[in-house]
Nanobody, 129 residues
Framework: QVQLVESGGGSVQAGGSLRLSCAIS????????MAWFRQAPGKEREGVAV??????TAYRESVKGRFTISRDSAKTLYLQMNSLKPEDTAMYYC????????????????????????WGQGTQVTVSS
């Protein structure tokens, strides 16, 4: 059984940093698309950052230069968030799926934003001004 467990959320002031973690266990495939999504109250879920097994990445335009997606050999996915803004306030979710997809479209369109096999439970990020 695949499990994704997020941690690292919290409350920070604008300009601060947080690092989100997503511990992945039980994943049976060699390759994976791994992503961070977020959803603010009253807004649609949106792709923030995506990584494929080969190391390729894509970022939402609004977070480019501030957020970095990475993973380690222990199958933990990270999202380093710097220079946080109040508009980054949302519930953040990690997701994993082996099926091929266009990573640029994940972060720039509404396409397939719920069509991921495995999701974490979410971790709240609140940025105050």
């Amino acid at each position: 059984q695949v499990q994704l467990v997020e941690s690292g959320g919290g409350s920070v002031q604008a300009g601060g940093s947080l690092r989100l973690s997503c511990a992945i266990s039980g994943y049976p495939h060699i390759s994976a698309y791994m992503a961070w999504f977020r959803q603010a109250p009253g807004k649609e879920r949106e792709g923030v950052a995506v990584m494929y097994t080969d190391g390729s990445t894509a970022y939402r335009e609004s977070v480019k230069g501030r957020f970095t997606i990475s993973r380690d050999s222990a199958k933990t996915l990270y999202l380093q968030m710097n220079s946080l803004k109040p508009e980054d306030t949302a519930m953040y979710y990690c997701a994993v799926d082996p099926r091929p997809r266009d990573i640029e479209r994940v972060v720039s369109t509404r396409e397939g934003r719920f069509d991921w096999y495995h999701w974490g439970q979410g971790t709240q990020v609140t940025v105050s001004s």
